[in-house]
């Protein structure tokens, strides 16, 4: 089982106010799931991802591998590219944090992945500027109906916890939709509805977050992954959303 190549090492910006760092934070679908067709490396010096507490230049999977599991294309480089297309200055900095398969409640302030989250976001702060959060999770959530009904209210109280930990009360969060694609198994997601409508609704109810649509996307064959073309319009649908916030 040949590795890939190391990625590059890479130098961030000595202006840290033109370093702009995004954290990627979720479960499967953040991380990227469909590995047939990885891209080959960027080597584009505008986009870097934090890896092990170094900045490399970016590539897929941009998320490392878990165990037993397979670890493809997801929506965080597709996004930087495109945030780059609207002012191509800057450089783009991801800080994947996503992980498959977990329930918001390991997600929310105290819980281990909110910890290593923000301790990751430190590490980056000091070589730029944090200017936003992608957020895509919520298919673990949806099979019980306690934890869909309380779905919106504990990820409104999460972002709050983050903007503070972050000391940015303004700091610009962006939502992800679930597949449509988890319609077609209700007996292993039967609270899909709810926790798609909660997910839709929180730009109404916390201020600065902004929404990315996942209407007519497919997914890998799975009915659960969205396939990386899926992602490439995803990352784009994210950074057009953030794009609004930021203005």
């Known amino acids: 089982d040949a590795s890939p190549a190391a990625p590059a090492s890479a130098t961030f910006p000595a202006d840290k106010t033109t370093f702009h760092i995004y954290l990627l934070m979720g479960q499967s679908n953040m991380a990227g799931r469909d590995n047939r067709n990885l891209p080959p490396p960027l080597h584009n010096p505008h986009v870097l991802a934090l890896s092990q507490g170094e900045w490399i230049m970016a590539q897929e999977p941009l998320h490392p591998v878990e165990k037993n599991k397979v670890a493809g294309v997801g929506p965080g480089i597709p996004f930087a590219l495109e945030m780059l297309k609207a002012d191509p200055k800057v450089t783009i900095g991801l800080v994947p944090c996503a992980v498959g398969g977990t329930p918001l409640k ?96 929180i730009p109404e109810v916390v201020p600065h977050t902004g929404y990315a649509d996942s209407a007519g996307l497919g997914h890998k064959g799975d009915k659960l992954h969205f396939s990386a073309e899926a992602q490439k319009e995803m990352g784009k649908r994210f950074a057009k959303a953030m794009q609004e916030l930021e203005k």
């Open 106 to 201: 390991r997600w929310v302030k105290g819980a281990d992945l909110y910890e290593k989250a923000l301790s990751r976001a430190k590490i980056a702060a000091q070589a730029g500027v944090i200017k936003g959060v992608l957020w895509h999770q919520g298919e673990s959530d949806t099979s019980a109906q306690q934890d869909a009904e309380t779905y919106e209210a504990r990820l409104a109280k999460m972002f709050k916890d983050l903007r503070a930990d972050l000391g940015q009360p303004d700091l610009p969060i962006v939502v992800g939709q679930l597949g449509d694609f988890l319609n077609e198994s209700p007996e292993k997601y039967p609270y899909f509805e709810t926790v798609r409508a909660a997910i839709k609704h």
